[in-house]
């Protein structure tokens, strides 16, 4: 029986072969752990998944960038540069559900493992392959860096002051984005499996999932030829959407229509600029959005951020306060929710990390295993599954396959 089999998750008795490293791909197989898949993180030996070195900050040695994204999985390190390893991953692979890589193109098919292979050994197995821009075209080749798809994409030139420079969003939002595409697709490859009776290849790239995060600007092109440009904190078609400075902290607010327009007015004590046609309308909003901003602004200086906050509140206008990290992550709210968990780890502790986002009502998602410690499940996994016994596994390590 599997791990996965021992829970109640979603995706219990489904197994992962995890052939991924940094973000996209071990965000991926972190969520479908947490819906209860055994996940086996394949690593090289000795170095393995090269955020583990990505700090500081460590704690016990361990980087927080790795903590961060490789909850409920085991590690098996495996050399496969050399054909014993392959062997071992191809034994593994026989049997898996899932195989999730994010090499890049060519590289499994170097290997032998292409469609033919999982056809003739593997033909329930579903195949996800994360890459930079996809298996074709002219930029196939390249590897994908998040920050190098924001800027080609066009994500960069919309983000930032209207008068400054393109901007990098303060996170790899492309390798999130990418991670969670790559989820979907896994999900939906499962659920087709169950009436075909066979697994299939997912194909997702930063490149592609880059350009989809583009969403109504892109559209406002492709529809209008409309070029887009960058608006600080503000919305492109929408105004008054933006940060505003009260009297001692800028505060988000974010006026969805016309009817909330008339009560933000009010709350303002400027009711008049509902019957204002320069702002009676969002579109002529947007037309006039600098001076509307100008007028908001000067009229939120008059009170302290927690006042503006009470009022517009009160009045069913969305708004809040710009928080730092530490203080999302301490809201109540949070708490409520249970966005923050702790597990315990063998050499930090006590760790402490985020929650899971999803809630299920009767296969609840669930945190079981803290990240692994590299190789720390190797003499677990080749028993477990594939039925080695001691002095094989010693010879494997000896000649460096694990």
Known sequence: MTRSALTTGALAGIRVIDLTRVLAGPLCTMMLGDL????????????????RRWGPPFVAGESAYFLGVNRNKRSLTLNLG??????????????????????????????????????????????????????????AALP??????????????????????????????????????A??????????????GKGQKIEVSLYETSLTMLANVASSFLVAGKEAARYGNGHPTIVPYTTYKTSDRTIAVAVGNDGQFGKFAQVLDHPEWADDS????????????????????QSLASASAEIWLGKLKAAGIPCGMINSVSQALQDPQTQARGMVETVEHPLVGALKMLGIP?????????????????????????????????????????????
Not at 36 to 41: F, L, N, Q, R, S
Not at 383 to 392: A, M, Q, S, V, Y
């Open 36 to 51: 209860g898949a055994d996940i086996i993180k394949i690593e090289p030996p000795e170095s393995g998944d090269e955020t």
């Open 82 to 139: 050399g054909e014993a390893g392959r062997a071992i991953l191809a034994s593994l692979m026989r049997d898996a559900d899932v195989v999730i890589n994010n090499y890049k193109v060519g590289t499994f098919e170097k290997w032998g493992f292409d469609g033919a292979w999982f056809e003739a050994n593997a033909p329930r197995a579903v195949r996800c392959a994360i890459t930079g821009y996809g298996p074709t075209g002219p930029k």
């Open 144 to 181: 994908g860096y998040d920050f190098i798809l924001q800027a080609e994409s066009g994500l960069m030139s919309i983000c930032g002051a209207a008068d400054g420079e393109p901007t990098k969003y303060g996170v790899a939002i492309v390798d999130i984005c990418t991670g969670l595409l």
């Open 183 to 196: 989820c979907n697709g896994v999900l939906a490859a499962l659920n087709a499996r169950h009436r075909t």
């Open 278 to 297: 320069r702002f009676s309308a969002n579109s002529a909003r947007v037309e006039n959005r600098r001076l509307l901003d100008e007028l908001v602004e």
């Open 358 to 402: 999803m809630k299920f009502s009767t296969t609840p998602a669930s945190v079981r295993s803290p990240p692994p410690t590299l190789g720390e499940h190797v003499d677990e996994i080749l028993r477990e599954l594939l039925g080695f016994d001691d002095k094989h596994i010693a010879a494997l390590r000896a000649n460096q396959t694990v």
